[in-house]
């Protein structure tokens, strides 16, 4: 192999890394919340908002992961399973925290048990808020980790009545 | 009201200790995410067990919106159902289906009230705010579309033979089991027995609606599933009877300070019937709350189907509306 | 002659995975429009494959990364058997070598849900196996000879007297292709859509490997249904080429048309059909033709 | 033969416009009764602290000793509490929804120098003292246990890098 990567740089053959494709991979973890964000996130992969057509892929195993979304609300049996499934993430898979729940812990933040979000487990780079996020706001937060931004928020044009 | 009736139910630990913190009024948010996708129904029964123990009347113009904002909520839960059964099928196409018609009714329901799905409308003595009569308008004839799409489900679920195949005789349960058992919603439902809790007309406007319960003899899954779809349909229509004849008036009645006596209420949701018992002395914090949500007691169930084997076992537990509603919060 | 069979299987090695993916594209596409999705652009399986390679390596790469790599190699060679225009018994062997070592590697991985996949794959091969030899030997009972070269070349169009075998090549591969035909994957939560239960446990390249090796596979089977239509003539390649599009399209509808029937059933219809109809046909052809 | 009975519909959504909605090029659609983030007029407050006592999960807490407001974005349930209870109308719901944010916001608003009475408060229970600083609550995991996990994560790269210089001959 240490052959093929001299022939690349001699020559400056554009290495796969430097390709910029447009597929990420989103690890979706939910804590034992109210399941509403669960259903939103569901939402997103379905006719509704469709989160396929942006190129992000619903996957079952974190070593693929790019992102992983943390929602719902984190308790003990939680936190043993987020550490476990962090551990498995590559070192830069970005980690965003959907939901009022998994930011801060929300309504029932100092209740027995209950940890008040999931930054108190695993480092997190991205919060949205939101009981029940809504759909748009995890469309945002999945386009701006993965560095294509969007409109943040702000209506555009008309609004509805 | 003795005590004991509530020995069995298991209590909601953290919901009790919520109340030490939370006043009454606050519990109500608490109640509304016990199961987030069909959270309104939890804060109605709340209201209904708050508003009873203070003996609270509140205005007819409330009652409808509470049943009309209840209804929608209903619909989205029971083709959220539908779509995770066809889920479980491997029927992609139709699970895609109820999805697009779930969003639809989420819709309506964030043009009518600003959220999806938790609506934070129902508060203790009536509604927060009033429906836009223009917005009511325009999302009847939306559910026009959703009601014809709901349709070609019912015939999708009634008619495919491979559904048919997968879903027929499957966790029966017989009529005599589910009279005697503690069964509600779909399970009893779908093997002829009409209970529910809406004809009593506790709560919400349902004694000027008249309705007749939807109820299948089949008693398996195909049964249970064609309940579920079919109260999609009728919810429309329950709406659509509410708009017309909803009076006018105040929509919120003064709630003393303090709660001081105990309630017991009990609503009908998608998976079953709800029962909040709550009893306070005086005082803004509740000393007691009782709450045994519709998957508990369809819980006690399993051991009497026919015909369970390991691979249905899934699809059983998401008819009966079973681990749908997770209540340690 | 050599510089053209050469050639032709250079074009296939090089070209093989690109049409595999494109075709792979339009499937997902079509299945994601026939449900009201709004479907990535076709060449996102592409973006998927180069983004896992991008990710490198991970750790749990274990023996299965070979077993990956053997089944990659059967699945490549039967691509060159055929287009370097050998015998098409061969080819549909290699398919089958290629299939179990997949079996293999998916059950060696450990996990359960794997395990289950690979039990399914093996199911689905031992399914579509009687149907594929029933084609070969239609080929054979109408020209004479198993070398795809002289089944390219040769004379009157195939399609017509092998209708029946058409039918039967288009719902196997169908269904063998199809993801979840014989799926038993038991959610445990009901919203459990990521669970593609063959390349689930399996390290990040060993996966984009297993996707590469079934768009080779892919590329070998249309190019079956593509020999119904071959013979050697531009306008028929044209129709053949058209027609293989149109399995893609298909495919995608056919996966949406109904929920997955359960092992026994599907696997009974399975042979039934390629036994029925495959002799059926073949007696036709013997005796008119 | 309802094999087929989804056929019908499958084809008119084959050919028919797909429902995904083209969400961020096609602008956010708010609609007019749409709850995104609560708002404060700074002048008209006075301080009076309702808002805090009615807010479910604390996320608007006035603080008298420096005169100003905190908002815990990340913790608002956007329920609209606090916009009915306060007397002066000076909170109001804005139809924005508050944006992913790198870290948790908390907006903090200068209120103006007339401080209200406190007999607004008078009529409202508080909690009893001693439950409200229970100290069962869970402590969080300590920073240490996360920057353990963070390390671990980076000796997993210099592990690679020594195995690669190790089998390299030289």
């Known amino acids: ?161 | 009201m003795n005590k004991s009736m509530f020995e069995t139910t298991e209590y909601t630990s953290r919901f009790l200790q919520l109340s030490e913190v939370k006043d009454y009024r606050q519990l109500v948010y608490a109640a509304e995410r016990m199961y987030g996708t069909g959270g309104f129904g939890n804060s109605v029964a709340m209201c209904t067990a708050l508003e009873g123990a203070a003996e609270v009347v509140i205005p007819e113009k409330a009652q409808y919106i509470r049943t009309i904002l209840m209804e929608l909520s209903m619909m989205q839960e029971n083709l959220l159902r539908l779509a995770a059964i066809a889920e479980t099928l491997n029927f992609d196409s139709l699970s895609m289906m109820c999805w697009t018609e779930r969003e639809k009714i989420l819709e309506i329901l964030d043009d009518l009230t600003g959220n999806r799905m938790i609506l934070s409308m129902c508060v203790p003595g009536g509604v927060r705010k009033s429906l836009d009569p223009e917005i009511l308008e325009e999302s009847l004839d939306e559910l026009n579309v959703v009601m014809q799409k709901a349709e070609t489900i019912k015939g999708i679920i009634a008619e495919d033979s491979m559904v048919k195949r997968r879903l027929r005789g499957v966790g029966v349960l017989a009529k005599e089991a589910a009279q005697g058992s503690s069964v509600t919603g779909p399970g009893a439902k779908g093997s002829g027995v009409d209970i529910d809790r809406r004809m009593l007309g506790e709560y919400g406007a349902y004694r000027n609606l008249d309705f007749v319960p939807v109820t299948e003899t089949g008693g398996d899954c195909l049964a249970r599933c064609m309940v579920k779809i079919r109260e999609v349909i009728q919810s429309g229509e329950l709406i659509r009877k509410a708009v017309e004849n909803m009076p006018e008036g105040s929509i919120r009645s003064e709630m003393p300070a303090g709660i001081n006596g105990e309630w017991i209420a009990k609503i009908e949701q998608p998976d079953g019937v709800d029962t909040f018992y709550i009893s306070g002395s005086g005082s803004a914090f509740l000393d007691e709350i009782g709450v045994r949500t519709a998957g508990e007691s369809n819980q006690k169930i399993m051991d009497r189907l026919e015909n369970v084997t390991l691979e249905n076992e899934a699809l059983i537990r998401l008819t009966l509306g079973i681990d749908s509603c997770l209540k340690e919060r | 002659m050599i510089i053209k069979t050469i050639l032709s299987v250079l074009a296939f090695i090089v070209f093989a995975p690109f049409a595999g993916a494109i075709l792979t594209g339009i499937t997902r596409k079509i299945s994601a429009r026939a449900q009201g999705r709004d479907g990535g652009d076709i060449t996102q399986p592409i973006s998927d494959c180069i983004a896992l390679l991008q990710k490198g390596r991970g750790e749990n790469s274990g023996i299965q990364g070979y077993y990956v790599k053997v089944s990659l190699f059967f699945n490549v060679l039967a691509g060159v058997l055929f287009y370097a225009g050998m015998d098409l018994l061969m080819t549909i062997a290699c398919l089958g070598l290629g299939i179990i070592f997949m079996v293999i590697a998916a059950s060696v991985s450990g996990t359960y849900y794997s395990r289950l996949g690979a039990d399914r794959l093996a199911r689905e091969m031992v399914a579509a196996a009687p149907m594929m030899f029933m084609v070969a030997i239609g080929f054979y009972v109408r020209c004479g000879s198993f070398d795809v070269k002289d089944l390219a070349m040769s004379g009157p169009v195939a399609f017509l007297p092998l209708l029946g075998l058409f039918a039967g090549y288009m719902l196997i591969p169908c269904g063998k292709l199809r993801r979840s035909s014989f799926e038993y994957r038991m959610p445990h939560a009901m919203y459990q859509k990521d669970m593609n239960s063959i390349a689930d446990a399996f390290d990040r390249k060993d996966a984009a490997i297993c996707e590469i090796g079934s768009w080779y596979e892919k590329t070998v089977l249309y190019s079956i249904t593509y020999l119904f239509f071959a013979n050697g003539t531009l306008l028929m390649t044209a129709v053949g080429v058209v027609c293989t599009v149109l399995t893609a399209v298909l495919q995608g509808i056919i996966e949406n048309i109904e929920p997955a029937a359960d092992g026994r059933r599907a696997f009974k219809s399975a042979w039934l059909w390629a036994f029925v109809i495959g002799i059926v046909n073949l007696v036709i052809i013997y005796i008119i033709i | 033969m309802g094999v087929m009975k989804i056929g019908k519909s499958l084809m008119n959504s084959l050919f028919a416009e797909p429902e995904t909605s083209k969400y961020p090029e096609g602008g956010l659609k708010l609609s007019k009764a749409s709850r995104g983030s609560i708002v404060i007029d700074e002048e008209a407050c006075t301080l009076c602290r309702l808002c805090g006592r009615r807010c479910p999960s604390g996320a608007i807490k006035p603080d008298r000793s420096q005169s100003r407001i905190m908002i815990d974005r990340m913790k608002c349930l956007v329920c609209g509490e606090c916009v009915e209870e306060c007397p002066e109308h000076a909170l109001s719901m804005a139809r924005e929804y508050v944006s992913p944010d790198p870290s948790v916001l908390v907006d903090v608003y200068r209120a103006s120098a007339r401080v209200g009475s406190d007999s607004v408060l008078q009529g409202i229970e508080m909690p009893p003292e001693e439950i409200v600083s229970s100290e069962e609550k869970i402590p969080a995991v300590s920073t240490k246990e996360v920057q353990r996990i963070k390390r671990k994560k980076k000796n997993k790269k210099k592990k690679k890098k020594r195995n690669k210089k190790r089998n390299k001959p030289n």
Not at chain 1, 51 to 69: K, M, W
Not at chain 1, 96 to 101: K, M, W
Not at chain 1, 124 to 147: H, K, N, Q
Request: with cysteine.
């Open chain 1, 1 to 161: 192999m240490r052959s093929v990567a001299k022939i690349k740089d001699r020559f400056k053959i554009p290495g796969l890394k430097s390709l910029k494709v447009n597929s990420n991979w989103v690890f979706h973890f939910d804590g034992s919340g109210c399941d509403g964000c669960n259903a939103e996130y569901i939402a997103c992969l379905s006719p509704g908002w469709d989160i396929e057509r942006l190129g992000f892929r619903n996957t079952g195993n974190p070593s693929y992961a790019d992102v992983l979304l943390v929602t719902g609300l984190l308790d003990e049996e939680a936190k043993r399973g987020l550490i476990e499934v962090y551990e498995q993430t590559r070192p830069d898979c970005k980690v965003v925290a959907a939901g009022v729940c998994a930011c801060t812990g929300g309504l029932f933040d100092g209740s027995k048990g209950i940890l008040s979000g999931a930054d108190s487990v695993i480092p997190v780079d991205l919060y949205v808020a939101g009981c029940a996020v809504r759909p748009e706001s995890i469309i945002d937060a999945l386009m701006e980790i993965t560095g294509n931004d969007t409109n943040k928020g702000t209506p555009e044009g008309e609004e509805t009545a």
